[in-house]
């Protein structure tokens, strides 16, 4: 595991080690949860949108009146 140095306004850490904290944690593990959040986010984006275009291959059937939408 590789180490960095940052830099943040104390306010800030202050308020982000209450939040690690409250959720039985440290800072260093919510940092670490953030940024495998962040170099996730160009794949979830990919898959949400070939999800978004295989969405569009099934049909639903209608259009339904607002009565058969309510249908149980």
Known sequence: MKN???SADE???AEAREEA???HTTLN???REWLADLA???ERRERISRLMEDAGKYKAGG???RDEMNER
């Open 63 to 65: 259009p339904f009146t």
């Open 40 to 42: 996730r986010r160009d």
């Open 21 to 23: 904290r409250r959720r």
């Open 4 to 6: 960095i140095t940052l």
């Open 29 to 31: 593990a919510l940092f």
């Open 11 to 13: 306010r800030l850490i």
